[in-house]
């Protein structure tokens, strides 16, 4: 039995990524709850670079067939018999997360690595990119109220650079390296910024994108196609950096970061490796130099996330470049694998952005 204060659609269109470079949007009854669920009705959802992967078949866990949607911000229109906290009509956002709660990590407060996570919007039965979906209820955050849809979209999006910042350590009057000026890259020097870095060096091969992370803040940029890049990072910031965040998580990226800290650096990867990366393990050794991987988020890096834009540390109207309703997905897609766009998004039923 469900608690039921406001009507939803009996049928929902869905995304489906159903094979590789497939997109399909399929009409199908709406989910049934279970009782610890809420059906929230979409409003906006972000098409996220894991999403690109997954469609092209380069992202290493995520393999169609699966909904995707996980940078999603909704209105609960239904919840579970067994749910409280969360009402019908409040504006969400979820923690795509779904750990079980049992496991040593969940046990150990790192829930973001549990041992059988699953992932809303990333191989799970339900995605954000539907009408309306169903999700665990605790996995829910409400949204301010005085929050645009755009702001409330990137919540979810600056949590991936929030936890790296944190993970990472104090970063207070530190000389920080972002490789990427994408959207995590940008997202990554707020997050950055916000916790006290001195000097930030963003690299990238697009001068388009490169100019796009000076206007919003880099101290300094530099061509990622550079064959001495980082020695021309360094020089940049005139000393060897104390934290490199790679945004992109490929061979040359990598080699670089860990040249770019000398000495008793940290290096965080952040993107998504699309293959085998290889490290030189006696540098690593040898200089003190920290490898530290970064995934994803916890509840706490989306309070910290809310923060950050509820203080405008993140422009939403200069991040949010493109919008597409859900009937045209195929064309959202396309758009945020032109590279001329940071952040697209899809919007639900009758929603307009302002």
Do not use: W
């Amino acid at each position: 039995m469900t608690h039921e204060q406001d009507t939803a659609p009996a049928v929902r269109r869905r995304v489906l990524i159903s094979a590789n470079n497939v997109i399909d949007l399929v009409e199908e009854p709406r989910p049934v709850l279970a009782p610890d669920e809420a059906l929230v009705s979409l409003e906006v959802t972000g098409v996220c670079g894991s999403d690109m992967h997954g469609l092209h078949g380069s992202h290493p866990t995520m393999k169609p067939p699966y909904y995707p949607g996980h940078e999603v911000v909704g209105i609960v229109r239904e919840i579970g018999a067994d749910v409280t906290g969360i009402d019908v009509g409040q504006r969400v956002t979820p923690e795509p997360p779904l750990p079980c709660g049992a496991c040593k990590m969940c046990r150990t407060d790192r829930s973001n690595i549990c041992e059988k996570l699953e992932f809303f919007g990333c191989g799970f039965r339900e995605g954000g990119m539907a009408d309306v979906f169903s999700v665990r209820a605790s996995r829910l955050h409400r949204v301010p109220s005085e929050f645009s849809l755009k702001q409330a979209a990137l919540i979810e999006p600056l949590s991936t650079p929030v936890h790296a910042v944190r993970l990472a350590g104090d970063l207070t009057d530190k000389a920080i390296v972002i490789i990427g000026c994408g959207t995590i890259g940008l997202l990554v020097l707020a997050a950055a910024r916000a916790h006290g870095a001195r000097t930030i060096v963003m690299t990238d091969v697009l001068e388009s994108k490169r100019e796009g992370a000076k206007r919003r803040g880099a101290d300094a940029v530099v061509d990622a196609a550079d064959p001495e890049l980082a020695s021309a990072v360094r020089r940049q910031l005139g000393e060897s950096a104390d934290v490199v965040f790679d945004c992109v998580s490929i061979q040359p990226t990598v080699t670089a970061a860990i040249d770019m800290v000398q000495r008793g650096g940290t290096v965080v990867i952040v993107g998504v490796p699309s293959g085998p990366v290889e490290v030189p393990a006696f540098i690593l050794q040898d200089r003190q130099i920290r490898l530290q991987g970064a995934a994803t988020y916890l509840s706490e890096d989306y309070l910290e996330s809310t923060r950050i834009i509820a203080s405008g540390g993140v422009d939403a109207e200069t991040m949010i470049t493109a919008s597409f309703p859900l009937e045209r997905v195929t064309d959202a897609f396309k758009a945020a694998a032109s590279g001329e766009h940071i952040k697209v998004l899809i919007t639900g039923k009758d929603v307009v952005l302002a």
